[in-house]
């Protein structure tokens, strides 16, 4: 294939960006872009020298729904990964340990990777090879990797990065209504509901499209409460910003419960029709009163009340989270008790009301909904569940007893990588966990000890650098495929010109090396193809797509879950007849407080809470190679309060050193009064010396299996040294 210049294509094609859960609709256009990746740098390896390829250019598509038209400067930066100097272009591997990596053909790699994989685990057995997947893959690859794991390698590891993600949020969605979408209800409902509580998230930086929901929602009257330990953009747009402890959270939504108890504002008639477990959760409620919650939290009582009586009398009440309350080693317990104030007020089930979760990852929901999670098959079907096995073992033609049951969660399976029992080859797609896993520097090294480590990726990442073999792969604007969006919008990314000539997609490497494995059929190249079976396979699940076709998401704008035939509807608002439980009803549960995982103490007396910037994503690997991008964020830095600058001595913009019990990073000081005294904050895009996850803590909720990033603790020091990213 040699690739094809935007100004041969026929038209301009509809198609969506490749970041965030917004999935927000662009228009690709056959006219050559200005747009210029930035310098290759070290990234520059054998075939992956710079090219001066055009690329296509982004146009607004003001027609789709979700962000009617507006993009932020990634999604618009997007092109630029499609020219030849920011990319892969053809294979490479290394000949030995410590070897540079070279170039090589296709199936040299191939042959690499499958006698690789097959000889660990004819050595050391099937649960020795593990998968890890990503994301921003697309429904069709998620699906058959997960396929790909169990069919081919017959490996119970498998897990993927949005386990860093949502994984507590789901987990408590689906204890309280018994299925699990990031939003139960359309982004369009937002404006109109009367009150809106955002936990611990800010979308004016990591999905700016979404700020008009927020805008609109003040226009109409309603109000906004932003809980967050930081003052950032989107606090800055509220009626009242709450500004907790790290790990407060949870407390925070008990104390609100109790004052809305307190203060008669429950929906008692709500209650009995359509809930259980009230009673338990009330009588944990009420041992969270007020001055208590000041304590743990630090908010003030009057700030406390007036939130309650705001989100209580409300006509009509959301609550959102993001990463802040659920990156925490007791994140479901945490969503769990913001759930509870939610149906304590009658707000589930009903138009403009419920909790939601703003999903991060482009296909952060789809992504775990069709098997790349390590408990879960295709169509959210539990794997340990029998009728569920029988299901997808029928669409995949194979014996329900062979499809191996639940693995290791994504840290777990990490922490065990060349180690005694855990994984010692690993195929990875789209991820890049030596900057973005908790306790980074442990993740690396335990990435260095395996025996054959292969990624794919359209980048070379940090992680690409420390591996055997290197497969580079299509990008979203080459290939067909869908994603689902934090709404449970089904969308479809339409193919707008080639790949350069030795880029393959991540269906073809799958095929092949299914193929070189004895395993000849069952992978389709073609995206539809691979999509009608996941239709099969997902049909009767909780996320049903049977009823999904790429006919009907264009011709629609996105089709919402669940979908069980052609000519039904699709369901953009869940639950407004009856809860996905067994009874029908939603269940309150009973959780209190509990200190963080591990709380400031003598040796490390701050808290360390980490986030994302506006021009950067996740672990920066395709970000940091846009050049505009990086002249607007162009590297870590570490946000303290003047009172703890004067108190360390630091100005603005000199380097400082956070040391955790698991790390050390050293990036310049960011004097600001938007933080809490008592806290820092170091965004987490970035690897070398100022990577923030050398710091956070692994430690891991006892349900969703999510690390701890939001919190640990640190010191902070005066550094004298060059700052290097």
Not at 270 to 297: C, L, N, Y
Not at 389 to 406: K, M, T
């Amino acid at each position: 294939m040699t690739p094809t210049s935007p100004a041969a294509l026929a038209a301009a094609t509809d198609t969506h960006c490749p970041y965030c859960s917004l999935q927000c609709g662009m228009r690709l256009s056959p006219g050559p872009s200005a747009l210029r990746p930035s310098a290759p740098g070290p990234d520059a390896v054998g075939p992956n020298a710079p090219g001066a390829d055009t690329v296509v250019e982004v146009l607004e598509r003001p027609e789709f729904p979700v962000n009617r038209g507006a993009l932020c400067a990634k999604g618009r930066t997007a092109p630029a990964l499609l020219a030849r100097g920011a990319r892969l272009t053809g294979p490479l591997l290394r000949d030995r340990p410590g070897a540079p990596l070279r170039s090589a053909s296709w199936p040299e790699a191939l042959d690499r990777v499958a006698a690789g994989l097959a000889r660990t685990r004819a050595e050391h057995g099937a649960d020795a090879v593990g998968v890890f997947g990503g994301g921003g893959l697309t429904n069709e690859k998620a699906y058959l990797l997960g396929k790909f794991a169990r069919v081919v390698l017959g490996t119970a590891n498998i897990d993927y990065n949005g386990r860093f993600c949502m994984s507590s949020a789901a987990a408590a969605h689906r204890r309280a209504f018994g299925l699990d979408r990031g939003l139960p209800f359309p982004l369009a409902d937002v404006p109109h509901t009367g009150c809106l509580i955002l936990v611990g998230g800010n979308p004016a930086e990591t999905m700016p499209p979404a700020v008009r929901y927020l805008r609109e929602l003040r226009e109409n009257g309603g109000k906004l409460i932003v809980v967050d330990p930081r003052r950032t953009r989107t606090a800055e747009l509220a009626d009242l910003h709450l500004q907790p402890r790290p790990g407060g959270d949870l407390a925070l939504a008990l104390g609100l419960l109790h004052l809305v108890i307190a203060d008669g504002l429950v929906d008692r008639g709500f209650i009995d029709r359509r809930t259980t477990g009230f009673d338990a959760a009330r009588e944990s409620a009420m041992a969270h009163w007020p001055d208590r919650v000041e304590r743990i939290t630090g908010v003030p009582v009057h700030q406390l009340r007036a939130a309650a009586r705001t989100f209580g009398g409300a006509a009509t009440g959301m609550v959102l989270t993001a990463r802040g309350p659920e990156q925490q080693s007791k994140g479901t317990d945490t969503v769990g008790a913001w759930i509870n104030l939610c149906l304590a007020t009658g707000n589930a089930g009903r138009p403009y009301a419920g909790y939601g979760c703003l999903t991060g990852q482009g296909n952060g929901q789809g992504g775990r909904e069709h098997g790349q999670k390590a408990d879960q098959l295709p169509g959210y079907r539990s794997i340990e569940d029998p009728a569920a096995r029988e299901h997808v073992a029928a669409v995949w033609g194979v014996d329900p007893a062979s499809i191996p049951g639940p693995g290791r969660s994504a840290y777990e399976l990490l922490d065990g990588l060349g180690q005694p029992g855990g994984v010692r080859a690993l195929l990875l797609a789209g991820s890049n966990p030596a900057v973005s896993a908790p306790n980074a520097g442990h993740v690396t090294e335990r990435l260095r000890a395996l025996d054959l480590l292969v990624v794919a990726d359209l980048v070379l990442s940090e992680t690409a650098r420390l591996a055997d073999v290197v497969l580079p792969v299509t990008q979203w604007a080459e290939e067909d495929g869908t994603t689902t969006n934090l709404e449970g919008r089904v969308t479809l990314r339409r193919r707008a010109l080639d790949p350069p000539e030795g880029v393959r997609s991540e269906l073809w490497l799958l095929r092949e090396l299914a193929a070189r494995l004895g395993v000849p059929e069952g992978f389709p190249v073609e995206a539809e193809q691979a999509f009608a079976e996941l239709r099969r396979a997902s049909a009767g699940g909780d996320a049903d797509y049977a009823g999904i076709s790429y006919q009907r998401i264009a011709a629609e704008d996105g089709v919402f879950w669940p979908c069980p035939s052609e000519e039904h509807p699709g369901t953009p608002r869940l639950f407004l007849d009856r809860f996905a439980t067994p009874d029908g009803r939603a269940r309150f549960v009973q959780v209190t407080h509990r200190p963080a995982a591990e709380e400031p103490d003598a040796a490390y007396p701050l808290y360390l809470t980490t986030g994302r910037v506006l021009a950067q994503y996740q672990s920066g690997a395709q970000t940091r190679r846009v050049a505009e991008l990086n002249r607007a964020a162009p590297g870590p830095y570490v946000e303290l309060h003047p009172r703890l600058a004067e108190r360390l001595g630091v100005a603005d913009g000199e380097p400082v050193a956070v040391t955790s019990r698991r790390g050390r990073a050293v990036a310049p000081a960011r004097i600001t009064d938007a933080i809490r005294p008592d806290t820092v904050f170091m965004p987490f895009h970035w690897a070398g010396a100022g990577r923030a996850n050398s710091l956070t803590n692994p430690a891991l909720d006892p349900v969703s299996r999510m690390p701890e990033f939001k919190l640990c603790a640190v010191r902070v020091e005066r550094a004298h040294l060059e700052v290097t990213t």
